[in-house]
């Protein structure tokens, strides 16, 4: 159960556009449509901001979208704003009821 | 609204053991499997195992199969996660939290409970 790849940073100025990648193999990420997305300000609880794939739960902003292409999930934040500066985490259904996390990535808004 | 309360923290010598409970409100409790997540200071989430509250089955993390389990009493809607032999580098925020109704989604997040391990 290796930890899916994120990049370790990204950054964008308001307004911009930031896609972050999460890899992993056909036993994760590639195998099934169960990727979601958590953002975690500091000291807090992480929350979820998308699941299976691309949905939002209801109160997410919809400049929060997510998709699939193979073994690599992405989540793309449009419309950057300065509240979106966290951490990111993906995590994938891994078969048997096990799941992995990828290693976070921050988010930066210049 | 729904709520899931964890226990305080807690501070361990190696080789003991530790028991977190998370009390679950606001929803029917047997109806979502219970995950369990830890946090390492300053590192990323690492996935440690669920159990289906309906049947108890369970499924643990490799690297923690053999010391962890994960335990619910559904007469108080309480999901318990032990962790025993603990090591310095089990230090970390422990959260419980709900797997949502598509299967898919941890929707409800514990606030969190930090376990320090140390002499």
């Known amino acids: 159960q290796s930890a899916l790849t994120q990049p370790r940073s990204v950054s964008g100025s308001p307004g911009q556009s930031v896609t972050i990648s999460c890899t992993g193999t056909?036993?994760?990420?590639?195998?099934?449509?169960?990727v979601s997305w958590y953002q975690q300000h500091p000291g807090k609880a992480p929350k979820l901001m998308i699941y299976?794939?691309?949905k939002r739960p209801s109160g997410v902003p919809d400049r929060f979208s997510g998709s699939k292409s193979g073994n690599t999930a992405s989540l793309t934040i449009s419309g950057l704003q300065a509240e979106d500066e966290a951490d990111y985490y993906c995590?994938?259904?891994?078969?048997?009821?096990?799941?992995?996390f990828g290693g976070g990535t921050k988010v930066t808004v210049l | 609204q729904v709520h899931l309360v964890q226990s305080g923290a807690e501070v361990k010598k190696p080789g003991a053991s530790v028991k977190v409970s998370c009390k679950a409100s606001?929803?029917?409790?047997?109806?979502?499997?219970i995950i369990w997540v830890r946090q390492a200071p300053g590192q990323g989430l690492e996935w440690m195992g669920w159990?289906?509250?309906?049947?108890?089955?369970?499924n643990y993390a490799q690297k923690l199969q053999g010391r962890v389990t994960l335990t619910t009493d559904t007469s108080t809607s309480t999901a318990y996660m032990e962790l025993r032999s603990l090591r310095s580098d089990d230090t970390a925020v422990y959260y419980c939290?709900?797997?949502?109704?598509?299967?898919?989604?941890?929707?409800?997040w514990g606030q969190g409970t930090l376990v320090t391990v140390s002499t």
């Open positions: 606001g929803y029917t409790f047997n109806t979502y499997g």
């Open positions: 056909s036993s994760d990420v590639g195998g099934y449509n169960y």
């Open positions: 939290t709900r797997v949502g109704p598509s299967g898919d989604g941890f929707d409800y």
């Open positions: 159990i289906s509250v309906y049947n108890g089955e369970t």
């Open positions: 995590c994938s259904y891994a078969g048997t009821y096990t799941r992995v």
């Open positions: 299976h794939v691309s």
